[in-house]
């Protein structure tokens, strides 16, 4: 008789012991069906002594499994990398463990897929769903179920329009293998820098070595050109590649600039996949035929077959940093994996991280410098507008020397692009007669007027409302005015004082799909927009040769809040969008509208020394012991009942070990005290390195009771303070 020990896909269990019945043949990594009370769960097969079972079951008692699935087994190195992950954030293994199966459908058997598309035919009875449905769906092709979501229909509006022949059934092979890269088919003549930097990363992917690298370069210096060699390396070698980029949005640009390079698309991985997309890509991903994956920090945890390489683009991207479910870092995975896979590690910026930083300094990182930007492009020139000197006109946000450049820029048609990143019209409305603001029901946190869409919205919760003509607290007509400006409230500005240039504004909130990525793209490259107006949305990736000015509104912002990486964040935040600027021939410059031009961190901007400002930052972190010399980490608590949260906290606060290594702050209410409707708290744990704080807080919080309706989640190595 054999048993196996399989972890359940349920986070609120560990692994559990079954019977295999005759004939049934598993090992280590095979993806399973099992049993669990009247369901039936996915389950991965785990080594008995890695995990210690969850109930101590007699032979007799033990339920058989039911299915092996036709997939390979997940390999031991992703075995580990879930261990491993699950350990150091404290999170349920079994929930680590989803993420590399990504979804149950992308392990059915079938390798053929029903989808559904419009055949142009216009049905007789063309009712006002019917007609917005196939409006909607246009090319669109997909299941049922995603038709009717991307129509915003119900499913039978559209199993109607199947009915009547103007939607179709088609068959998708997702067995249908991707093209293969091709490593020479449109290879750059390099640098002598350039070609310097490549090889180093050549020889880690030939010798098949865990190392990371920092590739260091100032924006448009070329690292991608150059880690594109060390692409090129790991396909000559038959090896897969993993490239993470920190936006979804950037994955349209990359494809095509991947596919000029390599002669076609690499295999794309981000959240907006069909289902057959998902599940063909995952399939060809396990038995190694897709070569190179791109992909959000969710391709991290795919079952690689054959992993030669990893690159983290734009690594210092707090974006890598995942604030939801498993609360993992997707930079910092990466370099496990890598380590479990025996493959090399590139992390690519052009404003490193202290904390990668701090890991070249330490001999734990290599480093490869690239020093300038490539060809005849230099860098831009950074200026700052001291507002208090020079201020806007009054209700204005653009001062008169950033007016003046714009007008200059417009009138050489080269292209512009002013910086703020504040969503919406204005970060704040109020009553003008009575000073009520409006506040979202769920959270903690004012709603911000949208006036394209000309509702109130909560970034926190996505809660919105229309705009209310009529003041809810006094009843007053027309009194709301916007306080402050958002990117909306700057493209108003700017159409008022250029009326004939073409504005665009780039957020979140425009720019939602790759889709509308690449139509954005093509409308800059078409000229078919003069003056972008965008969050941080627009600091990355783009690459737009006709862009010469750029413009800061509000240089100061992201100093509010005394965040511990503040200064850092708004220097690289600036420093990012600074690099739209001047990529082509033609020069760039840049402004910084601040109230503070003597700040380290204007100074560094404004002087480009940033070593003294990193210098600075980094020892004033060793002096507060705060990361990387020290760490963190948030235990937050929550529920939808206030009381029932705060003795929760409180009953943690109480249990808190008293250890020299470690100090620990609160239970206080968490800084966004309701989120979503849930009361937060918060304890903040500050411990020194030495210190195995995983331990410390498991051990803890394995001593503490709390109600059902409560919920603990530990963050470790926290962003948001
Ligand atoms: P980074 O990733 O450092 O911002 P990129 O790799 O995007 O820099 O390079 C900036 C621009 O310069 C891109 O348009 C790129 O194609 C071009 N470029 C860089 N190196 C070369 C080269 N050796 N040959 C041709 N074009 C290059
Ligand atoms: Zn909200």
């Known amino acids: 008789m054999s048993r196996a020990r399989v972890l359940v896909m349920n986070s609120a269990l560990g ?5 295999v019945p005759h004939g049934m043949h598993v090992e280590p990594g095979s993806v399973v069906v099992a049993p669990l009370g009247p369901r039936q769960l996915l389950g991965i097969v785990w080594e008995p002594d890695r995990m210690p079972s969850d109930a101590e079951v007699g032979d007799n008692r033990l ?5 092996v699935l ?3 087994p997940l390999a031991t190195p992703l075995r580990r990398l879930i261990e491993w992950t699950a350990d150091y954030y404290l999170a349920a293994p079994a929930a680590v463990a989803r993420m590399a199966l990504a979804s149950t459908s992308a392990l059915e058997g079938a390798k053929l897929v029903t989808e559904y598309r419009a055949t142009g035919e216009v049905p007789d009875r063309l009712t006002p769903q019917r007609e917005q449905a196939l409006e909607r769906i246009g090319a669109h092709q997909g299941l049922i179920r995603e038709l009717a979501t991307i129509a915003d229909v119900s499913d039978a509006v559209i199993r109607g329009l199947v009915k009547v022949g103007a939607i179709e059934p088609v068959s998708v092979d997702i067995d249908q293998p991707f093209p293969l890269p091709d490593p020479s088919h449109g290879a750059p003549a390099l640098s002598a820098d350039q070609r310097a930097a490549s090889a180093a990363l050549v020889a880690d992917v030939e010798a098949s070595r865990f190392q990371p690298t920092l590739l260091d370069g100032v924006t448009g210096s070329g690292k991608t050109e150059v880690y594109f060699e060390a692409v090129a390396a790991a396909i000559l070698q038959g090896k897969q590649t993993l490239v993470l980029l920190p936006e979804i949005a950037l994955t349209e640009p990359f494809l095509k600039r991947f596919a000029a390079r390599f002669g076609c698309a690499p295999v794309a991985w981000h959240s907006g996949l069909r289902q057959s997309q998902r599940r063909r890509a995952w399939r060809q991903i396990a038995d190694g035929q897709a070569l190179v994956t791109v992909g959000a920090r969710s391709a991290l945890f795919l079952p690689y077959a054959n992993l030669g390489l990893i690159i983290v683009d734009e690594a210092h991207e707090t974006s890598f940093k995942q604030e939801e479910g498993v609360h993992y870092h997707a930079r910092d995975v990466a370099v496990m994996r890598g380590k479990f896979e025996s493959c090399p590690v590139i992390l690519a910026s052009a404003t490193p991280a202290i904390e990668t930083r701090q890991q070249v300094a330490a001999g734990r990182y290599a480093e490869v410098k690239l020093p300038g930007r490539w060809g005849a492009a230099e860098m831009p020139s950074i200026a700052p507008i001291d507002l208090i000197a020079e201020p806007p006109e009054r209700g204005r946000w653009i001062a008169p020397r950033l007016v003046k450049a714009i007008d200059e820029t ?7 692009l002013l910086f703020l990143n504040r969503r919406g019209y204005a970060p704040l409305t109020l009553c003008r007669t009575c000073g009520h603001r409006f ?3 769920n959270c903690t946190a004012w709603m911000v007027e949208h006036r394209l869409v000309r509702r109130l919205a909560c970034h926190h919760c996505g809660h919105t409302e229309p705009v209310p003509r009529v003041c809810p607290e006094c009843s007053t007509e027309d009194t709301l005015v916007p306080v402050g400006p958002g990117v909306e409230r700057i493209a108003d500005e700017v159409k008022l004082l250029f009326p004939e240039a073409k504005v665009a504004v780039v957020t979140s909130d425009t720019i939602w799909s790759p889709a509308k990525a690449a139509e954005f793209v093509g409308r800059m490259e078409a000229h078919d927009i ?26 100061d912002l992201g100093l509010e809040g005394g965040d511990l990486r503040a200064s850092e964040r708004t220097f690289q935040q600036i420093m990012q969008v600074a690099g739209r ?11 910084l509208q601040t109230h ?21 930052e980094t020892e004033s972190r060793r002096e507060a012991g705060a990361p990387p010399f020290g760490r963190f980490a948030a235990i937050v608590v929550s529920s939808e009942d206030q009381n029932a949260a705060q003795d929760a906290a409180k009953a943690i606060g109480r249990a808190a070990p008293r250890i020299d290594a470690m100090e620990v702050y609160g239970p206080a209410p968490a800084p966004l005290a309701m989120l979503r409707g849930r009361h937060r708290f918060r304890l903040l744990v500050h411990a020194k390195r030495a210190l195995d704080v995983q331990d410390v807080i498991r051990a803890w919080l394995g001593g503490v009771d709390w109600s059902a309706k409560v919920r603990v989640v530990v963050d470790v190595d926290p962003y948001s303070f």
């Open 439 to 441: 506040q979202c029901p």
């Open 410 to 416: 417009l009138g050489r048609r080269e292209q512009a």
């Open 15 to 19: 692994p559990l012991d079954y019977r």
């Open 530 to 555: 003069d003056l972008i107006v965008g969050t941080q949305l627009i600091t990355k990736g783009y690459h737009f040769p006709n862009l010469t000015l750029v413009g800061v509104i509000d240089a």
């Open 63 to 67: 339920r058989n499994l039911l299915a």
């Open 596 to 616: 503070s031009p003597n700040a380290a961190v204007m100074r560094a901007l404004i002087t480009g020394d940033a070593e003294a400002f990193y210098a600075a």
């Open 581 to 591: 600027a001047g990529r082509g021939a033609k020069p760039g410059h840049v402004y």
């Open 70 to 72: 036709p997939v390979p």
